[in-house]
């Protein structure tokens, strides 16, 4: 049975979940998730006993590793219950508290959760003790393209306060909330209505605290409907509506194409993490109804990526009110180039993916480091803290992308998933896609030089196979059109 090293045990003991995972070299994905039941307060078990050979330590066995999405319906099991019996533990679901049994995956419903076998052992290169996961049936060279914890509330001990970088923002230009979080009146009951609702929400404080209560009742099953497949699944709005005193600001552009400082940046890049939470939101509302097939591990996916977008968005504005009090954001000229790509690609899903998450969040891998080593240089470190935390998502963001393309190519009739992907940005992009790349952060999360190389979009040079594309001009004359630069520094 082949096993995959997944990291040194001792840094498990941070947190009791771990969210894992795997791609094939064939380009399949598994999402598992991995429970240590071990307080990290009784890890230190003795050893060998004297004359009884080597004794697996205690804390060792009390690790799992389950499929993440759970068999009858497909919830996500991050935030299963955990129950402890005599002879067996057993994780509850949290939509219809299901349990399966965390050894055999077993379930009284007769239902059965693909489990994998675990085992620490001494690494032979360095000696340390690591966590080795049975790799998934089917498909061959399996590597672990994602390690996070899940949440804070699964630390162990017990998560100490958030850090005061990560409530939301009090920017004085966007603390304007006087609606409810969940609306009094006809509160969503499904995702589809969360994500209509979020992306209707002009205010981004709000918007940012709407998506991590959609996310968290998702999670812990106080959702438990998705509602793609219901004929009624309202409809996302084709631009998202911006506040009025946040797109009409009275920056001098002439001013800001100059102006590269470190609060311009920060700006910059809010407002696209705030673009950024509504992609996520329409990716889920747009094309959800449109493939009833798709996976709930794909909800799953896309609602990670909008509560990082929500935490990146917020951890932004946080700094910028920090380095500059008198340039809270919403006071600076913002632009919607992001949106226009999700007008471009509104028609499909496989377009959708392809630009906006293999193609301009490929681009954020490539330019996040420069961005940091700006911020290095300036001296503020805290920035840099930020911008290493938004970048390790993003290669997540970037895998989550070649993770779903490649399967609406697989649904397509095994398309070529390099092929398609050239394909797409030849119709849905314009100019060059330009290096310099990070290979490194681009392959790990999936993306392979042959899909970027030598690439070249012909968006307006070729008919396009879109479908009527949105009406961008609403926004456009709120919106100040000015290209803020972030690029990599000379
Ligand atoms: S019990 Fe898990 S989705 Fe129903």
Redesign the pocket.
């Known amino acids: 049975m082949e096993k995959l090293q997944i990291a040194p045990f001792t840094s498990l003991l941070t947190h009791s979940r771990f969210f894992l995972t795997l791609r094939s070299h064939e380009g399949a994905y598994h999402s598992l998730i991995l429970f240590r039941l071990t307080p990290e307060s009784n890890a230190s078990v003795e050893d060998d006993k004297a004359g009884e050979g080597p004794q697996i330590k205690p804390m060792y066995q009390q690790i799992y590793v389950m499929e993440s999405s759970?068999?009858?319906?497909?919830?996500d099991?991050s935030h299963a219950d955990i129950e402890e019996y005599e002879t067996s533990v057993v994780a509850v679901?949290?939509?219809?508290?299901?349990d399966f049994d965390l050894r055999t995956g077993k379930s009284e419903t007769g239902l059965r959760a693909c489990t994998y076998s675990v085992e620490v052992k001494a690494d032979p290169v360095d000696g340390i003790d690591k966590v080795y996961v049975e790799t998934p049936a089917g498909g061959s060279g399996w590597r672990l393209v994602e390690l996070r914890p899940v949440s804070e509330e699964f630390a162990d001990p017990p998560p100490i306060k958030a850090p005061p970088l990560l409530p939301v923002t009090a920017s004085p230009a966007v603390a304007v909330i006087d609606e409810p979080v969940i609306p009094i009146n006809n509160p969503p009951t499904t995702l589809m209505q969360w994500a209509v609702l979020i992306l209707n929400t002009p205010d981004p404080t709000l918007k940012v605290r709407r998506t991590r209560e959609a996310v968290n009742q998702f999670r812990t099953g106080k959702l438990?409907a998705i509602g793609h497949k219901a004929s009624n699944a309202p409809r996302p709005p084709d631009v998202p509506p911006r506040e009025e005193f946040f797109t009409k600001n009275t920056v001098d552009p002439a001013k800001m194409k100059n102006r590269k400082n470190r609060a311009v940046m920060l700006h910059a890049l809010a407002n696209i993490e705030q673009w950024a939470i509504d992609l996520a939101w329409d990716i889920i509302a747009r094309f959800g109804p449109s493939h009833p097939t798709i996976p709930p591990a794909f909800f799953s996916d896309f609602t990670k990526m909008a509560l990082d977008e929500s935490k990146h968005f917020t951890l932004l504005t946080s700094r910028l009110s920090a380095i500059s009090p008198s340039t809270p954001y919403g006071t600076m000229p913002v632009h919607a180039s992001l949106w226009e790509s999700a007008s471009v690609t509104s028609h499909s899903l496989r377009s959708r993916l392809a630009i906006i998450h293999l193609v301009h969040e490929a681009r954020g891998l490539d330019v996040n480091p420069g961005t940091i080593e700006r911020f290095r240089k300036a001296g503020d470190m805290e920035s840099v803290k930020v911008m290493e935390v938004i970048h390790a998502d993003e290669v997540t963001h970037v895998t989550s992308g070649h993770r779903w393309f490649t399967w609406v190519c697989e649904q397509e009739g095994n398309v070529d998933p390099v092929q398609a992907f050239r394909e797409e940005v030849r119709r849905g992009w314009r100019g060059d896609v330009k290096g310099p790349f990070n290979v490194e952060d681009r392959e790990k999360a999936g993306m392979t030089r042959a899909f970027y190389e030598g690439l070249k979009g012909e968006m307006g040079v070729i008919p396009s196979s879109a479908g009527a594309a949105l009406d961008l001009k609403p926004l456009k004359d709120t919106v100040a059109d000015i290209p803020v630069e972030y690029e990599i520094a000379k």
């Open positions: 759970c068999p009858h319906l497909g919830a099991l679901c949290p939509w219809h508290r299901y438990t």
